[in-house]
């Protein structure tokens, strides 16, 4: 299958800081891009959906203004973490397609804020 | 969004079959049944997927249901690897900004233990 790539694997911030999360698509052009989010013993839970070149679609009780998404090229997509809280500690992970393929999903990025 | 339901957990031994049930009796019928897995700390991987006919690839194969209001994922060998958690997901089509397109809605799963 597709490969996605996720940097960093894990990161650990200091409250009020900004982190930002870079996710790949390294053999195939993206044409669609996702960021879940996962609390401990949960699933996944849909963030937002970047199509290459457009405004990020933000689902419902996620602030677009506090979860920055950028998906300026067809390989590149990042999500920033403005002003992190000890409650935006979670396992992001991004995914990816292209057309009306499969997602292909990266390997997520620990976040734990202190 | 159309849901599925799934048994929490499931036990299996090693090199055994495993099969994995999933209801979804609000399927409409454009819906594509999605399995995928996850492993601890680890992105889901995509399993396998199907509509009407029953599917098969290298991992795994998918029976579907004549009334596809249920479906089930078949582990032919069980092996340690495939301890992890499977996912029941209904592909559900949105429009937005960037034309149609789908979204994934993950329910809880099923988390599979797989005996040595």
Known sequence: ?????QHPSRVICKSGTSVKIE???LDF???TMFWYRQFPKQS?????TSNEGSKATYEQGVEKDKFLINHASLTLSTLTVTSAHPEDSSFYICSAKWSYNEQFFGPGTRLTVL | DAKTTQPNSMESNEEEPVHLPCNHSTISGTDYIHWYRQLPSQ???????GLTSNVNNRMASLAIAEDRKSSTLILHRATLR??????????????????????LTFGKGTLLTVNP
């Open chain 2, 43 to 49: 992105g889901p991987e995509y399993v396998i997927h």
């Open chain 1, 29 to 31: 052009q993206a044409t």
């Open chain 1, 1 to 5: 299958g597709a490969v996605v790539s």
């Open chain 1, 23 to 25: 996710c790949r698509s």
């Open chain 2, 82 to 103: 495939d301890a992890a958690v499977y996912y029941c997901i209904l592909r559900d089509v949105v429009k937005n900004s960037g034309g149609s397109n789908y979204k």
């Open chain 1, 44 to 48: 996944l839970m849909l963030m937002a």
